[in-house]
Every structure is written in C-alpha cells, then in structure tokens.
C-alpha cells in the first residue's frame, strides 16, 4: 500500500449483497478486504469509489492497453460525457436504448444527457474533418467514462455498475478491410488475456433475436454477418451463435469469462456495424474522387475497467501479476540497523518505476511481516550480509527463495519481467 495512507487490518465483513455468494475468491468481499475499492450510500448504489492499491491496478490496466493501442496504430482522443438528446436520436440510441439511459437535463433550452456510449461522439469526431482512402484504416480509441440506468437489483461490486470506464475504440475502414481489422482486435484480446493470466471460457457470435429493439435493415445485418462469421472461422477459434444477444445496430463477437461462481459474462467485444455511418452521413474520399461509406468497426479489448478488474480480483485472489499488483516489492529489513539500507533501496526502486513499500521491525517480527506481505510478488529482505555487500535476498510470491545477489541485477530481471507483462515472477520474460 502506498505510504500516507494507512488503512485498518484486512477484513471482510458480509454485507447484503454478498449472501449469496460463498465462493472464496468473490471480488466484493476481496475487494474491499484487500483495499482496493468500496461504496457508499451517500455517494450511490453502482457508483464504487477506488482506493489507492486498487486505483494503482487501475492506472496499470489503463496503462497496458493504452500502450497497446499505440503500437497498434490507435490515435487516442477524449470526448464528453454528455451529449444533447438530438444525437443519441440520431445514432439510434434514442429509439432503442433509452430504457438504458439516464433521464435527460434540461440546459438552458436543451436536452442533454449522460452518454450510454462512445460511439456517437466518435463518428461525430471523425465527421468534423474529411477525409482521404489513404488515412483508412483511421482507429481511434478512448478509455471514456459513460453512464448506464441499471436497475438496483442487478448492481453489485464492479461487475454491474452506473457509472462505467470503457476501453473502446471505432475504426473507420473500406469494406474489404474490415475483417483484416476484425481479426487484428482479436489477437490484441488474446494477447491482453495472456498478459493478464485469464483465459476466455468461450467466443460467443451475437446475433439478432426477436423483437422491434434492433435496427430494421436486414441486408446490413446479413453483411456485417457474413463478415464476423468469416472472421471466426478464419482464426480457427470455436464459438456459438447466440439469437438476442447482438447490439441494436449490429451483431458481435462477445469474449466470455466466468466468476467464482460459475456466472459468464462478456468482458471483450468485437462489432460490425453499418447503421451508424449511415445516420451520422460519414464519408471519405475513395481513389476514384468519389465520396464512399465508411465501414465502423466496434472493439473493446478489455471491455469495461471496473469488469475487468473484478475478473482478476476473482481469478488471481489478490494475487495479481507483477505488473499490476498494487505493491510489487516489499523491502523487509531484518532490524532496525539495517533501515537505512532498507530505504535505499525502496529509493532505487522508485527511481525504477516499481511500486515499492518498506516494511521494518516496527511492524513486528520478520516472520509476521512476510506473512502480511504474502500477495506482493517480490520480497526484498535485507541482513547485515546484505547491506553491507548490496545484495537482496528475494523471496518470491510463489514460495520460492533466491541466492543473494547484487541489488541492480535483481531490479533489472525484476523491471524486464514487468515491462514485458509477463505472468512469470522469476522466468524467461516473454513480451506481450
């Protein structure tokens, strides 16, 4: 945990909307026992508050995919998080989503309201400049915050939330490039989910069910079909149709994981759509001088932050990898004459970019220090042999426990490891 902000002893006392769960690793009882997050009545049912171990997974989080985003070709922007009704009206949210979104605010004569979707925003920045062939594929991404009515009886913890931190990101393509962009999102999914140590349970093909809340214009749903079908099938990945499951405006791919409990939800997505380009009039400029439709590709590697995180909590236990946990090395010194040493150290690590706490005598013996410190990754512990050669003795999260050695190679394999996103805690560091 970070210094200057000292919590209580960990504990996880039942609340209401945890009886019904008794599996260990439940991320509402983890979450709060371990720091991480909590709510408040006076704040508001579905509205979690970040404490700072669980605010340093989220920076981490963000962090990877953003730089993911970037090595890919994602040009980030930042959009509102309001908007006037006449533009969810427009890309059809109105008419098929309003029983999801809030009530609108009357502004000075206008309707406005909290944005249920980036998408919108995202065709009206790509409208506002014109645009060549030559700059498609055009990708942008946002980690946006938007906004969902959910009932009350559907909250609870991170996984069902009012107030929501997307990953999402539209790309503006030709029609032919759509499936070569389809299946680059889902190789960055499957990349992310090797970095984060969770696997899918399965890919799930959502389609259109009956109903008037999906978008009436058959032939594009055939096509933006067609399209994710031949993209399932290339990339050899098993999957299930699933009949209304799909968006208003187009089917998808949904990635599904499953909780401690045995409860499957949609973490990662992947969506066609030809409705929006056509309501928002966007167009480029083809080789011919022409003026075509742009194809928008829908995708969102790590769905929502607050989802995402209660995943982890529930599949690592607290025990996240090194590169996300809140705390990634704990110097332990072994009495109060090493402490300087100590926090030499922690300095050195700083200096590195690791998340570092010291943790001396005062907190009790060695022994009991450890065991508090059993969900950090590495363990520094500093003798008098080691702070006299600039050595560390780790130890790591697993059990294991390593020679002395000099303190600047320990930092440089413990650093490579974390800038690699790797899952291993001593192994060979395999980028992601």
Request: charged fraction near 20%.
């Given at each position: 945990m970070p210094r200057g902000f000292v919590m209580g002893p960990v504990t996880c006392p039942a609340t209401s909307e945890e009886t019904a769960m008794t599996t260990v690793h439940d991320h509402r009882r983890l979450g709060r026992g371990l720091n991480l997050f909590d709510t408040d009545p006076l704040i508001g049912a579905g509205l979690p508050y970040w404490l700072p171990d669980g605010a340093a997974v989220r920076h981490a989080l963000e962090e990877y995919i953003r730089s993911a985003e970037r090595r890919a070709g994602y040009q980030h922007v930042y959009s509102p998080v309001l908007g006037k009704r006449e533009l969810y009206e427009i890309s059809g949210h109105w008419a098929h989503y309003s029983d999801d979104m809030f009530p609108p605010m009357d502004i000075s004569g206008e309707q406005v309201v909290l944005?249920?979707?980036?998408?919108?925003?995202?065709?009206?920045?790509?409208?506002?400049r014109p645009h060549s062939h030559r700059e498609l594929p055009l990708r942008m991404a946002e980690l946006g915050g938007m906004y969902r009515s959910e009932l009350s009886g559907v909250l609870g913890g991170l996984t069902r939330v009012r107030a929501i931190q997307l990953n999402d990101a539209h790309i503006f393509c030709t029609l032919d490039?759509?499936?070569?962009?389809?299946?680059?999102?889902?190789?960055?999914?499957?990349?992310?989910?090797?970095?984060?140590g969770i696997t899918a349970t399965r890919y799930r093909l959502s389609l259109p069910g009956p109903g008037g809340k999906y978008v009436a214009a058959p032939d594009k749903w055939q096509r933006s079909t067609a399209l994710l079908t031949e993209v399932l099938d290339r990339s050899g990945l098993p999957y299930e149709e699933a009949r209304g499951e799909a968006a208003f405006y187009g089917p998808k791919i949904d990635v599904q994981v499953t909780d401690g409990a045995g409860r499957e939800s949609t973490l990662s997505t992947v969506q066609v759509d030809f409705h929006q380009p056509e309501r928002f009039d966007l167009r480029y400029i083809g080789a011919d001088g022409a003026r075509h439709r742009p194809v928008m590709v829908h995708r969102s590697i790590i769905g929502s932050v607050e989802r995402a995180v209660a995943h982890l909590i529930e599949r690592h236990g607290g025990a996240f990898p090194?590169?996300?946990?809140?705390?990634?090395?704990?110097?332990?010194?072994?009495?109060?004459?090493?402490?300087?040493?100590?926090?030499?150290?922690?300095e050195r690590c700083a200096d590195l970019g690791l998340r570092v706490e010291t943790a001396g005598p005062e907190r009790g013996s060695l022994g009991a220090r450890i065991r508090q410190a059993r969900l950090v990754p590495y363990q520094a512990v500093i003798g008098a042999a080691e702070a006299a050669g600039d050595l560390v003795a780790l130890r790591l999260r697993d059990g294991r426990?390593?020679?002395p050695q000099p303190v600047s190679d320990a930092l440089a394999h413990i650093r490579a490891l974390i800038d690699a996103h790797s899952t291993e805690l001593w192994g060979g560091a395999t980028r992601s």
């Open positions: 944005r249920p979707s980036l998408c919108p925003h995202h065709a009206v920045i790509y409208r506002s490039q759509v499936a070569e962009e389809a299946q680059a999102a889902l190789e960055m999914i499957r990349r992310a989910y090797e970095a984060l090194a590169w996300i946990a809140p705390t990634q090395l704990v110097v332990l010194p072994v009495s109060d004459a090493q402490s300087p040493h100590a926090e030499a150290l922690a426990r390593l020679d």
